[in-house]
Structures are given as structure tokens and as C-alpha cells.
């Protein structure tokens, strides 16, 4: 007998409570090894593979792609007895006894339960004619889902007329004033409501219009052919044509095409092609409730600082022909990372967070230094653990696998967590300053603008000079005015003099 064994969706960390499927790596009928990849999950942090706990056969793929489910949610059903018993069509989704699913031979599979007569089973004057013929439904058309019945109705199915929207696509359509009524027999036990938009359907061959309607569309540069008509006979109206006018002229007022954004892919577009509504979820819903709470939970002070940095772009350029740097990349970046650092290491008081809980202040004795990274999938703050160790070149080292990993979405949620000061580089999009919000859980966060040539007071005279602008937002809870100015003014000292982290450093 097969062993059907399911996997519930786990909790990838940190207490994440729920996740979606990005993309499966198996299919029904595969077999599969313990630890193999078989799905690839976005929680509200990262992208994350999740291995198979089981060795066996995929039975049946509970969720798909795209679904969003709860921690502990079955996704996936392995038979780990291969050798048994092949497993129902139908896969294994609970019933893994096979329970319930035994039925009477001559028992006709309906979705109401019910054995329906021939009559009742076909549709249009298909069904008419085998009711009235005494036909059995096996040799006639049959409604998609409800089988065959072994036995046929000795009584003529009742006849509702219903509106020409509601008929099915293969039921025949007469125009004229002989022309009678086709009805469309509803099963039984399911719902006889019929969507009032529901087109009626075309006869074959040209589209049905009267000679002012053809102007119209003519006139307005419309096809007929792709109007949907709701006239009774499938005739297109005068309304039909301006409601389809209507709805493609409010499309040509998007300002962007879909193709261009990926991530409305996701989304549902509005009737009219003006909005498109995309669910908020994973990196972009996690961001948003920690940015909420930081900024409704920490008072934030930002002070700035505008300093000649000409000294780091010479060292920057010095660095680039330097051997010892020829295999990393080097940008004014990496010197603001070591500059942050000193200046923490002479200020450790603004290495610290509030804990509420506790009403107590936690400071840290290492540095996690976060560098915030926008990613396609989000803004996300991965940090570098224990940075306050690490040299110039392995901070460069550091920050090239951060970045990567990062833009391929694999940062994990173990390298998003326990961050003690944030790094957000604003300059890389030409930006001069902000205000940054804190990172949940820390007391400071530097933004790092744009570096600009402009004319500079320098040695009592006007000059070419590189210049940026520093904003330093704190915790006021932790951080004062005095304490947060001067963390910024050690930045800005090694900045205009990268030869003062020797003296500091």
C-alpha cells in the first residue's frame, strides 16, 4: 500500500507566520531525495529554498505558484512507499487512506451528488432532442464534470426559457422573428444565477449590427468583430459599440506599460486600464510594518553635515591601483563604512536600543553594520556581523557579497537580523540628503549623499572641491543632540581627512 506523507509549510525564521510559493522545483511523478530543493519560497525577508524532508514520489502540489499561505499549511504530498499500490488520479490531499472514495458502479459523478437524467445532463437542443428521443446520455453531449449516467430519464426535462446572455457557447442561435427561445437546463443542487455582463454569443461568420452601428464603428475606428455583443441573436448595439469605445480610450491614459513593471504582474487592472491594485506582501509588507513601528515608536532627531570629501576620492583612486584591492571593488563607500565605525568605537553609547518590554537599554559591544539595499523585491538592511573586526579590504569583501547576495534576493533572514547601525546610500541615486527612518531595533541610521564637484572656500580660496552632504538620524531616546553631532562629526573628520582614522583608528 503507497504511504502518502505530507509537508506543512515550515517557518523559515524568526517567527515568520507566512510565506509564498514562488516557484516548484518538482513536478507530479517525480521522484525525489531527502534534502533535495523542491520549492522555493519569499517570506517577508528573503527568498528561501526548502529541501524535502521525505524520499519518495510526488503524489500532488497543494499549493501553487504565486499563493500566499500560513505557517503549517500542507504544500506538498510524497508517497514514501513508491513500490506500492499506484497512487488515486486524484493525489493524496487528506483522504490518504483512501476513504470516501469508493462509489456504486452505476453511480454518476455529479456536483451536487445527484444522478442526473439524460435530459438534465445535456445542454441546448442537444439535450432537447435526447429527451425527447429517449437517447441515453452516452451517446449524446454530455456537461463537462458530470459523466455518464447508466441509466436514462423516462421523463421530458422541463424547459426554462432564460436570456440570450446565458446561453452556452454550443447552442445554437437563430435570428428572425420565428425564431425560438434555447434554453440551458441548470443541474441539479447549482446555483441558476446568471453574470448580467455574460456576452451573448456570436453566430459564425460576420459580426450582426444594423447599418447605423456599422457607421458608428466605422466612424470611431472600432472593429466589430471585437465588440462583445449583448443583444439577443448576438446582435451588436449602438451601446455595445460606445461601451467598447469608452473602455479602450480609458486605456491609453496609462501612463506606463505593464511590460515595463514587472511587479504589477501580480496585481488585478480595473475595469477601466486606470489603476492596478497589487497585493502588499513579503519584503514590501515587512518593510512597511517595521517603518510604521520605528517611526511611531522611536523619536527621531536628524542633524546634517556638509563636508569636503576631495582627500576620500583621491585615496578611493589611490585604492583602485592598489594591488592589494585589484580583486574587490572600491567606491566612497566602503571609506564612509570605516569612518562610521571609528566614529562608533569613540561614541560606543550610540551602539545601543531601547528594549520596552524590559524598559531597558541593551548596548551592544559588537557592531553589525547594515547597509540598506534596494532590491526589486523591496528595500531590504542586511548587515556585515561583527564589522568592527574586519579590515578596510575585508570590509570590501564583505560588501561585494552583501550587494550580490542581496540583488539576487537570497539574503537571508539571519543576515537581516541583530543589526546595530544602518548605512543608507541615498548618493547612488543622485540624491543629496534625507531623513532616514531607523531600522527597528537601533539607535542610528547615516544616510551617505550624492558627491559633487562645486566651487568650495578651501585655504581662504574658492575652489573645484568634491562635496557631500551627511544626515545622521537617532533614537532621541538614547541618542541626545550632543552625542548624535558629535558621531556625525567623526564621520565627517575621517571623510575630509581619511589620515585621522590613523590617529582615531
Not at 177 to 206: E, H, I, K, L, Y
Not at 290 to 300: K, R
Not at 373 to 388: C, E, Y
Not at 412 to 430: A, E, H, L, Q, R
Request: aromatic letters at 4%; a negative charge; proline letters at 7%.
Amino acid at each position: 500500500m503507497p504511504t502518502y506523507q505530507q509537508f506543512n509549510l515550515p517557518d523559515a525564521g524568526e517567527g515568520l507566520t507566512e510565506a509564498e510559493i514562488v516557484a516548484w522545483h518538482v513536478a507530479v511523478g517525480d521522484t525525489v531525495e531527502v534534502n533535495q530543493t523542491i520549492v522555493e519560497i519569499e517570506t517577508a525577508k528573503s527568498l528561501v529554498d526548502l529541501p524535502s524532508p521525505y524520499a519518495g514520489v510526488v503524489t500532488e502540489l497543494l499549493v501553487g505558484e504565486g499563493v500566499t499561505v500560513d505557517v503549517g499549511t500542507p504544500i506538498i504530498t510524497i508517497d514514501v512507499d513508491p513500490g506500492g499500490a499506484a497512487p488515486s488520479p486524484s493525489g493524496a490531499s487528506g483522504e490518504v487512506e483512501g476513504s470516501e472514495r469508493g462509489r456504486e458502479p452505476h453511480q454518476a459523478e455529479t456536483s451536487g451528488g445527484v444522478d442526473l437524467g439524460a435530459g438534465e445532463r445535456t445542454g441546448g437542443a442537444a439535450g432537447e432532442a435526447a429527451a425527447e428521443t429517449g437517447e441515453s446520455a452516452g451517446g449524446g453531449a454530455v456537461l463537462v464534470g458530470y459523466g455518464v449516467a447508466g441509466q436514462t430519464s423516462t421523463r421530458r426535462a422541463r424547459l426554462a426559457p432564460t436570456p440570450a446572455a446565458a446561453r452556452a457557447p454550443g447552442a445554437a442561435a437563430t435570428v428572425g422573428p420565428t425564431a425560438a427561445p434555447t434554453a440551458q437546463r441548470t443541474p441539479a443542487g447549482a446555483s441558476s444565477a446568471v453574470p448580467v455582463s455574460a456576452p451573448a454569443p456570436r453566430p459564425s461568420g460576420r459580426a450582426l449590427a444594423k447599418p447605423p452601428v456599422r457607421k458608428l464603428a466605422r466612424d470611431l475606428g472600432i472593429d466589430l468583430e471585437s465588440v462583445a455583443a449583448t443583444a439577443p441573436g448576438g446582435i451588436v448595439t449602438r451601446e455595445d459599440v460606445l461601451a467598447f469605445s469608452a473602455g479602450a480610450e480609458a486605456r491609453t491614459l496609462a501612463t506606463y506599460p505593464g511590460d515595463d513593471l514587472p511587479w504589477l504582474a501580480s496585481g488585478t487592472v480595473s475595469a477601466d486600464g486606470r489603476q492596478t491594485r497589487v497585493p502588499v506582501k513579503s519584503v514590501r509588507k515587512r518593510t512597511a510594518e517595521a517603518m510604521v513601528t520605528s517611526a511611531f515608536t522611536a523619536p527621531h532627531v536628524t542633524v546634517f553635515h556638509t563636508v569636503d570629501v576631495t582627500r576620500t576620492m583621491r585615496l578611493v583612486a589611490r585604492l583602485k591601483e592598489d594591488r592589494e584591492f585589484a580583486d574587490v571593488r572600491v567606491t566612497p563607500l566602503l571609506i564612509t563604512m570605516k569612518a562610521l565605525l571609528i566614529a562608533v568605537n569613540r561614541h560606543p553609547d550610540v551602539n545601543a536600543s531601547w528594549d520596552d518590554a524590559t524598559q531597558e537599554i541593551v548596548y551592544k559591544h559588537y557592531v553589525n553594520l547594515g547597509i540598506a539595499a534596494a532590491t526589486p523585491r523591496g528595500l531590504v538592511v542586511p548587515n556585515i556581523k561583527d564589522a568592527h573586526r574586519l579590515s578596510l579590504k575585508e570590509l570590501a569583501v564583505a560588501l561585494a557579497a552583501l550587494t550580490s547576495t542581496a540583488r539576487a534576493g537570497r539574503t537571508t533572514p539571519t543576515d537581516m537580523s541583530d543589526g546595530t547601525v544602518t548605512i543608507t546610500n541615498v548618493g547612488v541615486f543622485g540624491i543629496d540628503t534625507g531623513t532616514p527612518i531607523l531600522n527597528p531595533g537601533e539607535a542610528a541610521i547615516l544616510a551617505f549623499g550624492a558627491i559633487r564637484e562645486q566651487p568650495w572656500v578651501h585655504k581662504g580660496k574658492i575652489r573645484k572641491r568634491f562635496v557631500t552632504q551627511l544626515a545622521l538620524s537617532v533614537d532621541h531616546r538614547l541618542v541626545d543632540g550632543e552625542l548624535g553631532s558629535r558621531v556625525l562629526a567623526d564621520v565627517a573628520a575621517v571623510l575630509a581627512d581619511p589620515a585621522q582614522a590613523l590617529v582615531w583608528g
